[in-house]
């Protein structure tokens, strides 16, 4: 099973009490290759670790991105986030801009699973799961 992983499991590795089942989540992919995440999630995570007083944030960030396949955001995906965001905004269940985007992304490679702490978010988006790593059986 392929997986999409969203901005939120990846923090929980980064964060000095790290979330032990999303980082044995994130260090299962790297032997199945079945990880993917979008380019707007490094883009966020960049954020952190360029704000983060750390001398190494921007490397362990860029170590734990290793296992993931990355996807770019293109003209199409940015085009689908679009539609996802103003079809939730009309029925009034807006979510982030971002969060719609990552969802696009992981649909424009045949993904509906995203790993996440954001269940509520993605949930609203239709023919998308939602799915935190313990459901999945990491503890």
């Known amino acids: ?37 979008s380019t707007i999630t490094v883009a966020g995570l960049s954020v952190g670790a360029h704000l983060s007083p750390r001398k190494d944030a921007l490397r362990k960030t860029l170590d734990l991105l290793t296992p993931v396949i990355l996807i770019d955001i293109d003209k199409n995906i940015a085009l689908e986030g679009g539609r996802i965001y103003s079809s939730l905004v009309k029925n009034g269940e807006e979510i982030e801009l971002n969060d719609c985007l990552i969802a696009a992304a992981a649909r424009s490679v045949g993904i509906n699973d995203i790993v996440t702490r954001n269940i509520e978010h993605f949930q609203r988006i239709e023919g998308i799961r939602a799915i935190a790593p313990e459901e999945l059986g990491f503890n």
């Open 1 to 37: 099973m392929r997986f999409f992983v969203d901005t939120s499991i990846f923090v929980d590795c980064l964060r000095k009490n790290v979330v032990s089942s999303s980082k044995s989540f994130i260090k299962s992919l790297q032997d199945m290759n079945t990880g993917y995440t």
